[in-house]
Structure formats: structure tokens, C-alpha cells
């Protein structure tokens, strides 16, 4: 077993920019992608964007194109979210997760799940 540890979430004006890392406390062939999911109250989990070790892919949601990035650091297993231009609408509290590949993470298909980060962006 695994498990996520999520750091960097908080509360920031629209238009600014946080950080979110995530790290996994160990990596197997169940992990090899790792991501970022969000949920509004009252709203469906979305996926936001995810990454894949072997493979140096990256996904992203529409939502998140041209605003966020996601990186890894392969020696310290740690995923990173950079979220710019934050809009009132991505507040939520941000998943980490990751599953034996990109295609399925970003269809739901995880092995492991974080505790999540609280993003709050006012207006």
C-alpha cells in the first residue's frame, strides 16, 4: 500500500497562483500516474490534470489548459500542480490520486486517493 500526501492548498485572490505538491510514499506499476481531481460542493468530481512516469505524458482538463502545469520530481515521487490565473470557479478541495496509467486515471480509474487540499479564490 501507498500512501498521498498533499500540501499547498489555501485562499487567494482571483488572479493570483498556488502550489500544490502531492507525494507518494512509494511507487509501484499501480501508480505509475499520478493526478489531480477537484470537488466543488454540490458538484461531480473533475478531473484536472495528471501525469505519467513511465511515459513523460501529461493530461489536462479543458478547464485547465493555458492555467495550470503539472511536473514531477521523479527522486522525491512528488507530483506538482502550479495553478495561475485562479478563477472564483476552481475553488474546491483538490485530490491527488494515482492508478496504473494516465488513460485511466483520467477516466476514475485509481488505486490510490488523497485526503485533499482545501483552494479557496475570491472574487
Known amino acids: 500500500q501507498a500512501q498521498l500526501i498533499e500540501s499547498g492548498g489555501g485562499l487567494v485572490q482571483a488572479g493570483g497562483s498556488l502550489r500544490l505538491a502531492c507525494t507518494i510514499s512509494?511507487?509501484?506499476?499501480?501508480?505509475?500516474?499520478m493526478g489531480w481531481f477537484r470537488q466543488a460542493p454540490g458538484k461531480e468530481r473533475e478531473f484536472v490534470a495528471g501525469?505519467?512516469?513511465?511515459?513523460?505524458?501529461?493530461s489536462y482538463a479543458d478547464s485547465a489548459k493555458g492555467r495550470f502545469t503539472i511536473s514531477g520530481d521523479n527522486a522525491k515521487n512528488t507530483v506538482y500542480l502550479q495553478m495561475d490565473s485562479l478563477r472564483p470557479e476552481d475553488t474546491a478541495v483538490y485530490h491527488c490520486a494515482a492508478g496504473p496509467g494516465l488513460h485511466g486515471l483520467r477516466g476514475g480509474q485509481l488505486d490510490y486517493w488523497g485526503q485533499g487540499t482545501q483552494v479557496t479564490v475570491s472574487s
Open positions: 501525469l505519467s512516469w513511465s511515459y513523460e505524458t501529461t
Open positions: 512509494r511507487r509501484t506499476f499501480s501508480s505509475d500516474a
